[in-house]
């Protein structure tokens, strides 16, 4: 290797996540977070609350996670793409039920999507809930990549 040649950069290793932050002074914000695990195959989403008096600290201990399949990521798509107007997708375990509901704003100015999410817990009926709002771009990014989750999940 010449004096001017310099070694090749080593490829930043991505974590395929992408999150959705929206603190608020009042500690009332949240995140969301997609996830692909190509091994499970699945899109997790987790999200979680704001900790209160924490600008940008989220309580992960308390989240709330839905694993998504094909029909769930194609449910999401249509509402990204305008292709319908909100999309309510519904899970139960034995340790008990998510829900997510995503709805495309056009009132809003600008026009946003806003997702809601929760979880209610099997033995204590305890329920969870978080509101996001996911801004044009955040909803372009989210978009493309869950296409191409699609593509990884179907094996195509």
């Known amino acids: 290797m010449g004096d001017s040649?310099?070694?090749?950069?080593?490829?930043?290793?991505?974590?395929?996540?992408?999150?959705?932050?929206?603190?608020?002074?009042?500690?009332?914000?949240?995140?969301?977070?997609?996830?692909?695990?190509?091994d499970?195959?699945?899109?997790?989403?987790?999200?979680?609350h704001q900790e209160e008096g924490q600008q940008r600290r989220f309580d992960w201990s308390k989240k709330i996670v839905m694993k998504w399949g094909l029909s769930d990521i194609?449910?999401?798509?249509?509402?990204?793409?305008k292709r319908q107007g909100e999309a309510k997708l519904f899970h139960q375990t034995p340790k008990g039920s998510t829900a997510f509901e995503f709805k495309y704003q056009a009132d809003r100015k600008p026009a946003n999507f806003f997702v809601t999410i929760s979880k209610q817990e099997a033995e204590t009926k305890e329920v969870d809930?978080?509101?996001?709002?996911?801004?044009?771009?955040?909803?372009?990014?989210?978009?493309?990549?869950?296409?191409?989750?699609?593509?990884?999940?179907?094996?195509?």
């Open 40 to 48: 499970t195959p699945a899109v997790f989403v987790e999200a979680a």
């Open 129 to 156: 809930r978080l509101g996001v709002s996911v801004s044009p771009g955040e909803a372009s990014v989210l978009a493309a990549l869950l296409r191409r989750a699609a593509v990884v999940l179907a094996g195509w």
């Open 74 to 81: 194609g449910e999401a798509l249509a509402v990204l793409e």
């Open 5 to 38: 040649e310099q070694p090749a950069e080593k490829p930043r290793k991505f974590h395929g996540r992408y999150a959705i932050y929206k603190p608020v002074k009042s500690g009332k914000g949240g995140v969301l977070r997609f996830e692909l695990n190509p």
